[in-house]
């Protein structure tokens, strides 16, 4: 089976996206029904991949977004296709505009490749396609509607812009895979997607998807990040519904008691870090929290490995990589009670409620400073990964691809 499988260009600033894109490619290159896999990518990634630039059964394919022909053909080729997209579902007729529909797929520059690659069809671990209506099957993988759960998280535009991709991505794939059961049932009941174009495909958190195999030690990291305390880590993107300001709110209550603990987030810097920066300074904990943005894996790597603690306070997951992290990395860990991570966590003396700050406050207390709960934590951790790790986590993948094809 030849497969096409194209990494977003954004990925890497999405953060989990992106580790899920490469864990699920890794899956693929180890099983034996895969023959190739055609990855497409754009050119500012091509360091990220060097890992499998000798594998036999990877062929890259390069776009450069950056040539101004390429962004030109991309402009007209999204603008068209969503003009016809939002006609026929207004009007609801299909079958109008049949040759007109094809033209943004000639412009766009993945129609060529794709039609002409010989593969059998075309996986985008990602909400949305760079690319539909081509001559192989396509497969999405629908991450999360969070604005469903928190529409107040999001702006009048960018609630538009997910709802017209979304309805675009569901409408225009011929199947979709999601990583747990909610948010299945979500795109059953908030967007009436058949249950049967749905497949649930547990990813393989219990691997390692780092590309990098190495680790920073622990002086050097103090050293280059001027981290002077014991420290919390939170590895999350500045979206609002990662919560990091009941976080804020916990270290300034720990500072009260005479806590000294620093907090380090890694993760992309969204436009909402601002607000989380004038909340840093109006509880004074400019000296203790501090965001690092996107590190180097070997950076992250070695703060999972020398944290006091990870704590994950979202208010919404679909599944939360940094959660297996932790585990796999015998960080200590704790996190919210929200969507899969209580499953993930399978056990109930390390979640908290996310709103609840004295909760939390007093289980990061007692997390830093009782032993035998320190205990507890690593060995539940260590039977989470040992129950998770025997599971064929690709044969989902491989029996919706056979499906297709």
């Known amino acids: ?51 499998f630039q000798n594998s036999l059964k990877v062929e890259f394919k390069i776009i450069d977004r950056k040539n101004l022909l390429i962004k030109i053909r991309f402009t007209l080729s999204y603008i068209l296709f969503n003009i016809i997209a939002v006609y026929r579902n207004f009007f609801k007729k299909s079958n109008q505009l049949k040759l007109l529909s094809k033209l943004p797929v000639l412009l766009n520059p993945y129609c060529k490749y ?35 759960h928190y529409p107040e998280y999001f702006s009048a535009l960018q609630k538009f812009h997910r709802k017209m991709n979304n309805i675009t991505a569901l409408n225009e794939s011929n199947h979709i895979i999601v990583s747990f059961d909610h948010i299945k049932r979500d795109l059953i009941n908030y967007l009436n997607v058949k249950e049967k174009k749905i497949s649930v495909c547990a990813p393989p958190f219990t691997e390692d998807w780092f590309l990098s195999e190495e680790f920073t030690p622990e002086n050097e990291l103090r050293d280059k990040y001027q981290i002077k305390n014991d420290f919390i880590l939170y590895p999350a993107a500045t979206w609002k519904h990662k919560n990091h300001t009941t976080l804020f709110k916990v270290l300034y209550q720990l500072k009260n008691e005479k806590l000294n603990i620093e907090l380090i987030c890694t993760g992309n810097k969204t436009e909402y870090f601002e607000d989380l920066q004038s909340e840093i300074v109006n509880l004074g904990l400019g000296n203790q929290a501090k965001f690092l943005g996107i590190v180097p894996e070997e950076d992250l790597i070695g703060l999972y490995k020398c944290t006091s603690l990870v704590v994950i306070p979202t208010k919404y997951e679909a599944g939360s990589g940094p959660l297996y992290e932790a585990m796999r990395y015998s960080s200590l860990v704790i996190c919210s009670n929200v969507t899969s991570l209580p499953e993930t966590m399978d056990n109930e003396k390390f979640v908290f409620n996310p709103d609840d700050v004295d909760e939390l406050t007093a289980l990061i207390r007692k997390m830093l400073t009782d032993e035998t709960l320190k205990k507890l934590n690593r060995a539940n951790s260590k039977r989470r990964i040992g129950q998770l790790k025997p599971i064929d986590y690709s044969k989902n993948f491989i029996d919706v691809f056979k499906k297709l094809i």
């Open 1 to 51: 089976m030849r497969i096409g499988y194209y990494i977003h260009h954004t990925s890497l600033k999405a953060g989990g996206i992106f580790t899920y894109s490469i864990g699920i490619l890794k899956l693929l290159i180890k099983s034996n029904e895969i023959e190739k896999i055609h990855l497409i990518i754009s050119s500012d990634q091509e360091n990220y991949f060097q890992e």
């Open 114 to 148: 794709v039609n002409s690659s010989q593969i059998d069809l075309l996986h985008i671990p990602f909400q949305y396609a760079p690319i539909y209506n081509t001559d192989v099957p396509l497969i999405i993988t629908m991450h999360d509607i969070q604005e469903f």
